[in-house]
């Protein structure tokens, strides 16, 4: 029976010091209060009352928010301002043995090395210069903790809360501005709007102009043409009744007309020209002489009836 009581114990000894490592992880392990080595992962078995676990460490990237921590710029703005830490230990052993309490550490150094470049920057530098400060915090705290087996892999700052009374500052100045940029931006529409309108207007009076222009050309064109067959048709008349004039003179010559009937053609012409019109008349002396003869005949011709 008491063989089997000490074979009990020896086994939940040896189950008790069996030690399965996780992946990401690592275990600092103490001998006698000495440091003897660090397990990676994977099956370990250490020795019953001589060997400990000193420290379970995690080799994962971890984050800390710290809380806020008040800072004064170079003009002397006391500010609230909270970061963020990314950081991953690289080295067991450093990390159990280096620093005590290494989150503590680690908050204090950040909140030490923030007032430290946050002093030497105004208010405006330093809410416009974030990016500028996060690495030079990551470049500080990873040089400080890497003697503690941590590297810090990055660092943001989280929040930045200026006083009540300059944010209220703050919010005036960005109205301001906004007011500022809401004008110039309607004065410039404005602007383009009136030279649009100008634009339109210009195209507008040399369309007209151009138009006018043409109108005038075809008017002009069209009164040449209509004054060129006007001239046509009277020098087409005119030679027409010159044409009538010479075919009847020619005829007329052609049928070798008596003294007689040159005379009664005479007579008609003069019929013609004495139609009312005329104040005074000169008659030939040919043409006397055979008025004088109409007349007597006519005289005759009454006498007899």
């Known amino acids: 029976m008491f063989i089997v009581f000490v074979l009990f114990v020896l086994v939940v000894v040896i189950v008790a010091n069996i030690k ?4 990401a992880h690592a275990y600092v392990i103490e001998r006698l209060g000495a440091y003897s080595g660090t397990w990676g ?5 250490k020795v019953p009352f001589i060997d400990r676990v000193a420290k379970r460490v995690t080799l994962k990237e971890q984050v800390v928010d710290f809380a806020p921590q008040p800072v004064i710029t170079k003009d002397n703005v006391t500010m609230q301002i909270d970061t963020v830490v990314y950081f991953q230990i690289t080295d067991p052993k450093l990390y159990a043995y280096g620093v005590e309490l290494p989150m503590s550490a680690i908050e204090n150094l950040t909140a030490t090395t923030l007032r430290n470049i946050i002093g030497d920057m105004e208010l405006d530098e330093s809410l ?3 990016d500028v400060i996060n690495t030079k915090m990551r470049s500080i705290l990873d040089e400080a903790t890497d003697p503690w087996g941590i590297k810090v892999n990055r660092v943001e700052l989280k929040n930045i809360i200026p006083p009540a009374g300059i944010r209220e500052a703050m919010e005036k100045q960005m109205k301001a501005e906004r007011e500022r940029r809401e004008a110039i931006l309607r004065a410039e529409g404005e602007k383009k709007s009136a030279i649009l309108v100008a634009e339109g207007e ?7 102009a151009e138009a006018d222009k043409e109108s005038q050309i075809l008017k002009a064109e069209a009164e040449k043409e209509s004054a060129i067959r006007i001239a046509e048709g009277e020098a087409q008349a005119i030679l ?3 044409e009538a004039t010479a075919s009847g003179i020619k005829m007329l010559n052609e049928a070798a007309p008596k003294e007689a009937v ?3 053609k005479s007579l008609e012409a003069f019929e ?7 104040t005074k008349i000169i008659v030939p002396s040919e043409i006397q002489g055979i008025a004088g003869l109409a007349a007597g005949l006519k005289g005759i011709i009454e006498e007899d009836k």
């Open 202 to 208: 210009k195209a507008a009076a040399i369309l007209k």
């Open 20 to 23: 399965i490592v996780p992946q």
């Open 240 to 242: 027409s009744v010159q």
């Open 272 to 278: 013609k020209a004495a139609d009312g019109k005329a």
């Open 41 to 45: 992962v994977g099956l370990h078995v």
């Open 128 to 130: 416009t210069s974030r």
């Open 262 to 264: 040159l005379t009664l």
